[in-house]
Structures are given as C-alpha cells and as structure tokens.
C-alpha cells in the first residue's frame, strides 16, 4: 500500500466512477482498477461494491474514504509546514491592531514568532475598526488582532478566537458603583457615556450604540472622543463613564475601576482575509495553531 494507491482510491470514492478517476490522473482504467484492487488485496476487504451499472462504497469503504481523506490532508499539512520551515521564509507579515489591544497578548506572542521566524520581518500597525478591515480586505496587512465586533457580517473574514474576557463598564474611583462586583447594563440607563466618535469609527460606534438596544435604552452619550486614551482621561476627571474589556484594565489606576457587565464577555480574536493565498498566512495561523 502506498500513497498513490490511496490518492486512486480517493478519486474513485469521489467520482464513484472508475472511468471518471482513470481520467483524472491520465491512466487507463484497467490501470486504475488494478490499483484498487492491489490495495483491496493489501487491506483484506472490499472498498467498492461495483457492478455493469454502478459504483458504490462498502461500509469498511465509507470507513476507509472518510478516514484516507483526513490521513492525507494531514500528511499535506506537515509537509509544508516542514518545508516552509527548512526553506526559511523571507518576507513581511503586516499586523493590524485594535487601540488597547497592544497590552493584550500580542507583545508575548510576537517576541515568540520573532524567535521561531528570525528571517521573517513584522511590520505592525494600530488603527480603529473600519480602517484595519479595509486594509485586510485589500491585503495591505495580513491579519488583525482584536474583537469580534459583528465579523461575520464580513464574506472575506475568516477568525479564530484567542480568548475570552469579561466586558467591563470603566468608572471613576468615586462613582456609586465603583466597588460593586458587577453591574447589569439596565443600571447604565442614567449614565453619561463617552465613545470613540462615530467619525472616527462608523463601525465601532454603531456596535457599542446597538448593544444597548436590547436592555430597553439607547445611551446617553456625552462625549465623543478620538482614542481610548482620551476617553480615560475624561472618565478619571469624572465627566463619564465608558465600556471596555477587562483585558484592557492594565489602564486600571487609583482613579479608575473596571467593574464587569453581567453575563457580558468580549471575544478576544485574530482575523484574516480567506481569499489571501500567500504563503505566510498559513505560517503565522500554524505557529498560532501550535
């Protein structure tokens, strides 16, 4: 048995035709018969029930297909990861991020590839929400680091979550809520909120207004602001309050408390765009993967 024999089998169980899989891999189909049944012979049962009308699979056939398949694929997997590995990839992977999402996971995670990859440079970049999906979209960067804000509304989007945080309202030391243990969004109802303007993130802003919708309310917004740096500076000089992930509560001071939402988590996530076939995407998911 070899791995020609079983890439024959795999086209005879998928075209359920002898003729059809001769013709895929430009053989005869006395050719392609006899392989299989060299290979029926090496395992010691039957793969294919065939007769003058018909091809079809055996049980220990449908068996052997479902599990060749995956067997094969595999096999592929370590090979080029093995390969790109000993060719020693040149190039540029470029990194999008999410503001805040640079004391997340990423430091840790690209100091580790860096080590891996040596020859590989990173080129990374910060920016809001619609500017980084543009950019994936036109592969000008190859991946973005942040949240799952609504990707799937994206056709080319393809993620993989990293991991999972509670989703935090940020208030100033003094606020009534300050040292509860968590709050219920309908509690928000009077509150002033600031957000990163909607001219500044059309996306975001709209996300983060319509996640109030279903607690019965649309927040009361006081201030716009440009980065999340700012807005903690206005929620510290108690002109508000905001909403974040506790992953990001590394901004936590004396002047600032991160209380989480109840049964509110935020999907920590690294995006791709799925049409993008350059090789060091799949380079950076396998060393993620791994």
């Known amino acids: 048995m070899n791995i020609t ?6 086209s005879v169980a998928e075209h359920l035709s002898f003729t059809n ?5 430009y053989l005869s189909q006395t050719a392609i018969s006899q392989q299989i049944k060299n290979l029926e012979d090496t395992l010691g049962f039957k793969l294919f029930f065939r007769n003058k ?6 049980p220990s056939g449908d068996v052997f297909y479902l599990e060749t398949k995956s067997l094969l694929k595999n096999l592929n997997t370590s090979i080029n990861k093995a390969y790109l590995v000993s060719s020693g990839y040149i190039g540029t992977i470029n990194i999008g991020f999410f503001e805040g999402y640079e004391n ?19 080129n990374i970049i910060r920016g809001n929400i619609d500017e980084l999906y ?8 190859d991946f973005v680091f942040g949240y799952d804000f609504s990707t799937s509304k994206y056709s080319f989007i ?8 509670p989703l935090c309202a940020v208030l100033y030391s003094s606020h009534k809520f300050a040292s509860r243990n968590v709050i219920n969004r309908t509690e928000l109802q009077n509150e002033d909120f600031i957000f990163i303007s909607h001219s500044i993130s059309p996306f975001a802003f709209d996300i983060i207004v319509s996640d109030f919708l279903p607690y019965g309310f649309s927040p009361n917004i006081k201030y716009k602001v440009d980065s999340i ?13 905001t909403i974040l992930p506790k992953s990001q509560d590394n901004y936590k001071s004396k002047d600032l408390v991160f209380i989480p939402l109840e049964n509110e988590i935020a999907n920590s996530t690294i995006s791709w765009n799925k049409n993008n076939t350059d090789s060091k995407i799949e380079i950076f998911l396998n060393f993620i993967n791994d």
Do not use: C, W
Request: glycine share 2%; hydrophobic share 40%; no cysteine.
């Open 5 to 10: 024999q079983l890439q024959y089998f795999i």
């Open 21 to 25: 899989a001769a013709k895929e891999h």
């Open 53 to 58: 009308h018909s091809v079809t699979l055996t």
């Open 104 to 122: 997340v996971i990423l430091p840790k995670l690209l100091s580790d590839f860096k080590i891996k990859y040596p020859r590989i440079n990173l």
């Open 134 to 141: 543009k950019k994936l979209h036109n592969k000008s960067i």
């Open 158 to 165: 393809e993620n993989k979550l990293l991991s999972t945080s």
């Open 229 to 241: 740096e700012t807005s903690l500076l206005m929620v510290k000089s108690e002109l508000g309050i």
